[in-house]
């Protein structure tokens, strides 16, 4: 069995920024697996461990910037990775679903997978949407934020349970093959241990162009344009107590005191 | 002219919120396009929600009678069928749990540009929709060139539609193919009982990302303790395992209104907003002055809770 889980390399921005047209300037930012990536990953190597002979693919569309990253998701278990890249997404301000879509479509074309993994949703670009649209590009079924797995890889089921809203859980049965995307929480994702980094070392990251792929640079083209960023403004009309921390925790005190509270 | 589809949303015999939102959202949409704003709704007591959501400003509210509850197999085939019967220029979607399962499918589906989570939008010979990144800390707007587009919107963005209306109501026959229905949905859970109910909590103390360690929790425990106060949290604290998950305010945990609620190292992502912001009287605690926490807070402190904290809970002592 064949999982492939998808593995995005996001920026974090610093508390303090500065936005260079329409980018934050690099100088604010740090790059990082994305977070839900990494209980998807955790997710792909629990089932490996779980089951005989499953191998755990990891693709992420990056710059070689993104083997780090990479790297991150093999010394946790993952056991190969494949990065697409192309001249064509350089110094792009924005990737449509679409264009991931068709990008992570031609590497299941590649790898035929049994069970895709992604994130809910990436902390950059937070739009939620390339695992389900992926999972109708290649016909395979899907289930979206996903905060418990029981797989039944005989019976071709995947027994799970989508995180709906207002603490209610919905309880789901998907046939197999699918595309689930993974909530936090849904497990507890490792830390990379010191032989797992050592390991990772030696697992093969391949590089993967347009034209590996069978895609050329149209794949890009999207109706979909950036055209503005900019810092919202602040709605903010709190009162802020200033000074030192005792004296803020001494107005706190004193307005909570007034409200009735702690006088019990 | 061009019209507007949105898809209404309910679960366990209720319609949600967004589902009146997207008729405000819709109507706003459908009068800068010129066209009319056509309900859907799929699934469960189609009639009775029909009557519901006959509210001002809807033109026509299609009902859709498959199956009781939410499938995404059925939705999706619902949708695509109605929208090649009506060719509307936006259809809209709510980003809710459920939207994401059905949207970028049906997007993908009818090959329409998607744009998510939008919190504002504007037409003027192109759609522009305002998006927030990096966990709100900047928004963005996109353009989407193009005749027909797919739209989700944020919950709680637009006012939910209250006049009645005199919207026709149609029955639609879609055509289900059964064999491509491979999901089912087999009940319903809800979670986090346990010990406390925090929404019945008029002094809610309330923790999140920034207390680092599993440990450091135990220095809000003891503030909450010292205030008679019950301790919450945000979604972080429990996906840690930290704190069990009937502590977590928010869209995906619980919404709660105490008199007042203290925001500890809690950045106020719109998801965890959308849990307390009812509460009567907000106090944050954040090291970051611009936080979102703030935009809603009624009191605030910009100060590492490290410090702030244990002053506090000395003064109740």
């Given at each position: 069995?064949?999982?492939?889980?998808?593995?995005?390399?996001?920026?974090?921005?610093?508390?303090?920024?500065?936005?260079?047209?329409?980018?934050?300037?690099?100088?604010?930012?740090?790059?990082?697996?994305?977070?839900?990536?990494?209980?998807?990953?955790?997710?792909?190597?629990?089932?490996?461990?779980?089951?005989?002979?499953?191998?755990?693919?990891?693709?992420?569309?990056?710059?070689?910037?993104?083997?780090?990253?990479?790297?991150?998701?093999?010394?946790?278990?993952?056991?190969?990775?494949?990065?697409?890249?192309?001249?064509?997404?350089?110094?792009?301000?924005?990737?449509?679903?679409?264009?991931?879509?068709?990008?992570?479509?031609?590497?299941?074309?590649?790898?035929?997978?049994?069970?895709?993994?992604?994130?809910?949703?990436?902390?950059?670009?937070?739009?939620?949407?390339?695992?389900?649209?992926?999972?109708?590009?290649?016909?395979?079924?899907?289930?979206?934020?996903?905060?418990?797995?029981?797989l039944d890889v005989d019976g071709g089921v995947a027994h799970l349970r989508r995180e709906l809203e207002g603490g209610v859980e919905e309880l789901t049965d998907v046939d197999l093959p699918a595309v689930l995307t993974i909530q936090t929480g849904i497990n507890e994702p490792r830390y990379a241990s010191l032989r797992g980094i050592r390991q990772a070392q030696s697992k093969e990251i391949a590089p993967k162009s347009f034209e590996d792929l069978g895609l050329d640079a149209s794949v890009t083209e999207s109706e979909i344009t950036l055209t503005s960023m900019y810092e919202p403004e602040s709605e903010s009309d709190a009162t802020i107590w200033e000074g030192s921390a005792d004296e803020t925790a001494g107005k706190l005190a004193e307005f909570l005191r007034d409200k009735g509270v702690g006088q019990a | 002219m061009s019209d507007v589809l949105a898809i209404t949303e309910h679960r366990r015999g209720e319609l949600r919120d967004v589902s009146y939102e997207l008729i405000t959202a819709g109507r706003q949409l459908a009068d800068e396009l010129g066209g009319d704003l056509h309900l859907a709704?799929?699934?469960?007591?189609?009639?009775?929600?029909?009557?519901?959501?006959?509210?001002?400003?809807?033109?026509?509210?299609?009902?859709?009678?498959?199956?009781?509850?939410?499938?995404?197999?059925?939705?999706?085939?619902?949708?695509?069928?109605?929208?090649?019967?009506?060719?509307?220029?936006?259809?809209?979607?709510?980003?809710?749990?459920?939207?994401?399962?059905?949207?970028?499918?049906?997007?993908?589906?009818?090959d329409l540009p998607l744009v998510t989570d939008a919190i504002d939008f504007s037409y003027n010979g192109t759609l522009e929709a305002t998006r927030e990144q990096y966990g709100s800390k900047v928004e963005t707007t996109v353009e989407v060139d193009a005749d027909h587009v797919a739209?989700?919107?944020?919950?709680?963005?637009?006012?939910?539609?209250?006049?009645?209306?005199?919207?026709?109501?149609?029955?639609?026959?879609a055509s289900i193919d059964e064999s491509a229905v491979k999901s089912t949905v087999t009940g319903f859970e809800e979670v986090g009982g346990g010990d406390v109910d925090i929404t019945d909590a008029d002094i809610l103390v309330s923790v999140g990302r920034g207390i680092k360690e599993e440990e450091n929790i135990e220095l809000v425990q003891e503030l909450a303790d010292a205030l008679g106060a019950t301790l919450s949290s945000s979604r972080p604290i429990v996906d840690n395992g930290w704190l069990p998950k009937n502590r977590q305010v928010g869209q995906s945990g619980k919404v709660v209104t105490p008199d007042v609620y203290i925001a500890i190292g809690i950045s106020g992502a719109v998801q965890h907003v959308a849990g307390m912001k009812g509460s009567d009287t907000i106090i944050a605690i954040n090291t970051d002055p611009n936080a979102p926490i703030f935009d809603i807070a009624d009191y605030g402190i910009v100060d590492d809770l490290f410090d702030v904290v244990p002053a506090l809970t000395e003064q109740f002592k």
């Amino acid at each position: 069995m064949k999982v492939l889980v998808t593995v995005k390399e996001v920026a974090e921005v610093e508390d303090e920024f500065e936005i260079d047209g329409l980018k934050i300037d690099e100088r604010y930012l740090e790059y990082d697996l994305n977070e839900w990536d990494d209980y998807a990953v955790e997710e792909g190597v629990q089932i490996a461990e779980a089951n005989d002979d499953v191998e755990v693919v990891t693709v992420t569309i990056g710059p070689e910037r993104s083997e780090e990253t990479i790297r991150m998701a093999l010394a946790k278990g993952a056991d190969r990775a494949i990065r697409v890249w192309d001249d064509a997404l350089d110094g792009a301000d924005f990737v449509d679903v679409a264009t991931k879509t068709d990008i992570l479509a031609a590497v299941v074309e590649d790898e035929q997978p049994d069970l895709v993994l992604t994130g809910v949703q990436a902390g950059d670009d937070a739009f939620g949407a390339t695992g389900v649209s992926l999972a109708d590009a290649i016909g395979f079924e899907w289930a979206a934020v996903v905060n418990a797995l029981d797989l039944d890889v005989d019976g071709g089921v995947a027994h799970l349970r989508r995180e709906l809203e207002g603490g209610v859980e919905e309880l789901t049965d998907v046939d197999l093959p699918a595309v689930l995307t993974i909530q936090t929480g849904i497990n507890e994702p490792r830390y990379a241990s010191l032989r797992g980094i050592r390991q990772a070392q030696s697992k093969e990251i391949a590089p993967k162009s347009f034209e590996d792929l069978g895609l050329d640079a149209s794949v890009t083209e999207s109706e979909i344009t950036l055209t503005s960023m900019y810092e919202p403004e602040s709605e903010s009309d709190a009162t802020i107590w200033e000074g030192s921390a005792d004296e803020t925790a001494g107005k706190l005190a004193e307005f909570l005191r007034d409200k009735g509270v702690g006088q019990a | 002219m061009s019209d507007v589809l949105a898809i209404t949303e309910h679960r366990r015999g209720e319609l949600r919120d967004v589902s009146y939102e997207l008729i405000t959202a819709g109507r706003q949409l459908a009068d800068e396009l010129g066209g009319d704003l056509h309900l859907a709704v799929i699934s469960g007591d189609v009639s009775g929600f029909a009557d519901k959501l006959n509210r001002e400003g809807v033109d026509t509210i299609h009902t859709v009678d498959e199956g009781e509850e939410f499938n995404h197999d059925v939705y999706t085939q619902v949708i695509t069928q109605l929208y090649d019967e009506l060719q509307p220029g936006a259809l809209l979607m709510p980003n809710s749990v459920n939207g994401l399962d059905y949207a970028p499918a049906v997007a993908n589906h009818l090959d329409l540009p998607l744009v998510t989570d939008a919190i504002d939008f504007s037409y003027n010979g192109t759609l522009e929709a305002t998006r927030e990144q990096y966990g709100s800390k900047v928004e963005t707007t996109v353009e989407v060139d193009a005749d027909h587009v797919a739209l989700t919107i944020r919950p709680g963005e637009w006012p939910g539609a209250e006049e009645t209306g005199d919207a026709d109501v149609v029955s639609f026959e879609a055509s289900i193919d059964e064999s491509a229905v491979k999901s089912t949905v087999t009940g319903f859970e809800e979670v986090g009982g346990g010990d406390v109910d925090i929404t019945d909590a008029d002094i809610l103390v309330s923790v999140g990302r920034g207390i680092k360690e599993e440990e450091n929790i135990e220095l809000v425990q003891e503030l909450a303790d010292a205030l008679g106060a019950t301790l919450s949290s945000s979604r972080p604290i429990v996906d840690n395992g930290w704190l069990p998950k009937n502590r977590q305010v928010g869209q995906s945990g619980k919404v709660v209104t105490p008199d007042v609620y203290i925001a500890i190292g809690i950045s106020g992502a719109v998801q965890h907003v959308a849990g307390m912001k009812g509460s009567d009287t907000i106090i944050a605690i954040n090291t970051d002055p611009n936080a979102p926490i703030f935009d809603i807070a009624d009191y605030g402190i910009v100060d590492d809770l490290f410090d702030v904290v244990p002053a506090l809970t000395e003064q109740f002592k």
